[in-house]
């Protein structure tokens, strides 16, 4: 069965550090992977997702994530925050195959910025 | 809108009420799925529907939960004698072919 460990539940960084949110997964075939925020009382957007190509992902906002078969991880990076980064992050991994899947989802992190 | 949309977006009811909850899927997103997330944990899953059919309803959490779509397009979850612990966000997502699932901004669900 598929599972999505995210190893910090609270993360701060000053602003203009680097932000490193850890993810690791457990699944039995290749994964999609990915990583949705959500801001406060905003709804969940897609930051960015790995689907078996390029192992390093970009996505908006600055951030990405690099790929690790051999870690089972899928950590979340971006080199300089910012205040408007402040929000809950998620890491994903799509269980099943076909059309009948579902998302197994982190427990998520909360990423805090300070000024 | 070209987004998913829920409504109402907030549900204040009493315990042991009925309440019905609206998803617009994204136009032509055939599957539709609803999760529920309770304070300060990641999503559950509820049910997915791929076209009006829901092929899996194994995170419903009891029978008073109950869900449908129509169309093949918008869905309705439905909460039957509404329990305390039933308050959470419920949240809708719409897919095409791909494994990205677009949300909707959530139905927020107090049961005083």
């Known amino acids: 069965a598929q599972s999505v460990t995210q190893l910090d539940s609270h993360v701060s960084v000053s602003e203009g550090t680097p932000v490193l949110l850890r993810c690791n997964y457990s699944?039995?075939?290749?994964?999609?992977l990915f990583w949705y925020v959500q801001h406060p009382n905003k709804g969940l957007q897609l930051l960015l997702k790995y689907t078996s190509a390029a192992t390093l992902v970009k996505g908006i906002n600055g951030f990405e994530a690099e790929f690790k078969k051999s870690e089972t991880s899928f950590h979340l990076t971006k080199p300089s925050a910012h205040m408007s980064d402040a929000a809950e992050y998620f890491c994903v991994v799509s269980d099943g195959i076909g059309n009948n899947r579902k998302l197994i989802w982190g427990l998520g992190t909360s990423l805090a910025v300070n000024p | 809108g070209a987004g998913v949309s829920q409504s109402p977006s907030n549900k204040v009811t009493e315990k042991g009420k009925d309440v019905e909850l609206r998803c617009d899927p994204i136009?032509?997103?055939?599957?539709l799925y609803w999760y529920r997330q309770s304070l300060g944990q990641g999503l559950e899953f509820l049910i997915y529907?791929?076209?009006?059919?829901?092929?899996?309803k194994s995170g419903l959490p009891s029978d008073r939960f109950s869900a449908e779509r129509t169309g093949g397009s918008v869905s309705t979850l439905t909460i039957q004698r509404t329990q305390q612990e039933d308050s959470a966000v419920y949240l809708c997502?719409?897919?095409?072919?791909?494994?990205?699932?677009?949300f909707g901004p959530g139905t927020r669900l107090t049961v005083l």
């Open positions: 529907f791929q076209g009006n059919s829901a092929p899996d």
């Open positions: 699944s039995s075939y290749s994964p999609s």
């Open positions: 997502a719409s897919r095409l072919n791909t494994d990205t699932q677009y």
């Open positions: 136009s032509g997103h055939t599957a």
